[in-house]
């Protein structure tokens, strides 16, 4: 999945915890959509930097490591 297709998947969240858990669970079940999702959360002038971080607080909710597995993701992402 391309950055674009994520963001196109993105639009659709919305702030109901069943959405969210949706989507959430379906980028842990594809790890590598993770530092694509991040980088989202940091353009936090783009409109869809809140419903990545909706799903990014969701997937730290429901998976116990997943803040120790992405830690060096984390430190590599640039705020813009």
């Known amino acids: 999945m391309t950055t674009s297709e994520l963001y196109d998947r993105l639009n659709t969240v919305n702030s109901s915890r069943e959405n969210r858990l949706k989507h959430a669970s379906f980028i842990l079940k594809n790890p590598e959509l993770t530092p694509k999702l991040?980088?989202?959360?940091?353009?936090?002038?783009?409109?869809?930097?809140?419903?990545a971080a909706w799903v990014l607080?969701?997937?730290?909710?429901?998976?116990?490591?997943?803040?120790?597995?992405?830690?060096?993701?984390?430190?590599?992402?640039?705020?813009?």
Do not use: W
């Open 57 to 80: 607080e969701i997937m730290c909710n429901q998976s116990a490591g997943f803040k120790a597995k992405t830690k060096h993701i984390i430190n590599k992402i640039k705020v813009s």
């Open 38 to 51: 991040l980088e989202i959360v940091f353009k936090v002038e783009d409109k869809n930097s809140c419903k």
